[in-house]
């Protein structure tokens, strides 16, 4: 049906960047929405930003102002820019897709690592 696959994680030193990238193909007629979450050791996965098709964008509290989402419609691809990383980012990024036509599914890459050493 549908594949999502994530790019661009890495090690990175406190107070530096990363661009993270997710593609989704398949049988997808459009993009509802797309989004990032991750999951530190030990914690629950959670929301980091989120992008819909009208290019309404949510970010969790923990991230406003240090991380961008954006998307290329036309290649079904999303990317988050993350400034000022901060060792409390460290965590495995998931990147999730709602697509058209299968409305009622939820579609996950196999996750990224992101490191931030202190």
């Known amino acids: 049906q549908v594949q999502v696959v994530e790019s661009g994680g890495g090690l990175v030193q406190a107070g530096g960047s990363l661009t993270l990238s997710c593609a989704a193909s398949g049988r997808i007629l459009s993009i509802n929405r797309m989004g990032w979450y991750r999951q530190a050791p030990g914690e629950e996965r959670e929301l980091v930003a989120v992008i819909t098709s009208s290019g309404y964008t949510n970010y969790a509290d923990s991230v406003k102002g240090r991380f961008t989402i954006s998307r290329d419609n036309a290649k079904n691809t999303v990317f988050l820019q993350m400034n000022s990383l901060k060792p409390e980012d460290t965590a495995v990024y998931y990147c999730?897709?709602?697509?058209?036509?299968?409305?009622?599914?939820?579609?996950w890459g196999q996750g990224t690592q992101v490191t931030v050493s202190s």
């Open positions: 999730n897709a709602n697509v058209r036509p299968y409305t009622s599914q939820s579609f």
